[in-house]
């Protein structure tokens, strides 16, 4: 749906349609926290807007933080020799006050070839400067994808290289994967040149041959551990987990969102949700909703809310320094987890 005059953000896909349509606004704001579909999109902007040899003259990068608004205007606001002009500016809801309310009010002084791409983290709809871009042009928010929208991404992806992917390799991405776009995005490079030159389809022992553990995947495999009540394999899956290179707080954050998963499913699934139905309640991939549903079968509900319970106060104890060797807080998180069963 298109973004109409004053209106909130719009999905990335409008972002595309401007560039299928050729009807490039002259101001975008990218903002979320999907970072590597933002580079993708802005990526092939660059490439509409500016030909590579004249990328050197009318392309700039700036940033916010620390730029005089004079320099900014300087260079956007006056005509290009040839083509047109694109100038990037990072962090743009971090510049100082008045910065900001020269930047907001300046959108209608861009020469017609040029263009203006804001980028952030985040964005405040209240903000004058929001206000501003979606006045003059578009603001787009790149959230994570949900997981349909992960498989139909893979799918066009794949279809982007001339190659079919099978539903069961999509889910094997989804497995390894999760929903890390730039990691999606290299397993299936390496998927289809596994798969052979010439090849046109790619099957779930492609992506098996190619990916690796990732924490998503080991995740899963302490989730089987501790619901087997094993707390030697759970602490032989959670020691390479930390070796991978994996935080602390990044265990605990991954552990919650999974106990989270399997309170959810045990309560869904109790209602007589399953398969796509369950999946969908879930806001997870069909296979993440399976194994979920698995896992859950381990743990009554209150052993669940008792683990989720556990887990919030080892992330507290690691975050405020009360305990002194996070590594260790966790080892004795996962022996209580698997003990858990009364």
């Known amino acids: 749906m298109a973004q109409t005059k004053g209106a909130a953000a719009s999905s990335y896909q409008v972002a595309l349609d401007d560039l299928r349509t050729r009807q490039i606004r002259p101001v975008y704001l990218f903002y979320g926290d999907e970072d590597y579909l933002q580079e993708l999109v802005l990526k092939s902007m660059l490439d509409e807007l500016i030909e590579p040899a004249w990328r050197a003259f009318n392309y700039a990068v700036f940033d916010a933080r620390n730029l005089e608004f004079s320099t900014l205007a300087e260079y956007l606001f006056t005509m290009p020799m040839f083509g047109g002009k694109v100038a990037v500016l990072r962090d743009a809801f971090k510049s100082p006050a008045a910065f900001e309310e020269k930047l907001a009010a300046s959108f209608s002084e861009l020469p017609p070839a040029n263009h203006l791409i804001l980028l952030s983290d985040s964005a405040d709809q209240r903000r004058k400067l929001f206000k501003a871009v979606a006045e003059a042009g578009r603001c ?11 498989s139909a991404w893979i799918r066009e992806r794949a279809g982007a290289s001339g190659v079919e992917i099978s539903p069961e390799a999509v889910a094997a991405m989804i497995e390894y994967a999760g929903n890390d776009l730039r990691q999606l995005e290299a397993n299936l490079s390496k998927a289809i040149a596994h798969a052979g030159p010439g090849a046109n389809k790619v099957g779930s022992e492609d992506v098996s041959a190619v990916s690796g553990r990732t924490s998503l995947h080991t995740i899963f495999e302490l989730g089987d551990a501790i619901g087997r009540r094993n707390p030697a394999q759970a ?14 707080v990044y265990v605990l954050v991954m552990l919650a969102r999974h106990f989270r998963q399997l309170l959810q499913a045990r309560t869904y699934s109790r209602q007589g949700l399953a ?7 879930m806001g997870v991939h069909p296979f993440v909703a399976m194994k979920s549903s698995q896992q859950a079968r381990s743990f009554s509900e209150e052993e669940l809310e008792s683990a989720l319970a556990r887990i919030l106060e080892a992330d507290i104890a690691v975050k405020t320094g ?11 998180l996962v022996f209580e987890l698997c003990g858990a069963k009364k």
């Open 235 to 248: 602490q032989v899956v959670l020691k390479d987990i930390l070796e991978s290179g994996e935080t602390a």
């Open 275 to 281: 398969g796509a139905d369950l999946a969908a309640a």
């Open 140 to 150: 787009v928010e790149f959230k994570k994808l949900r997981a349909g929208d992960v």
């Open 322 to 332: 009360k305990s002194t060797d996070p590594s260790a807080e966790i080892q004795r």
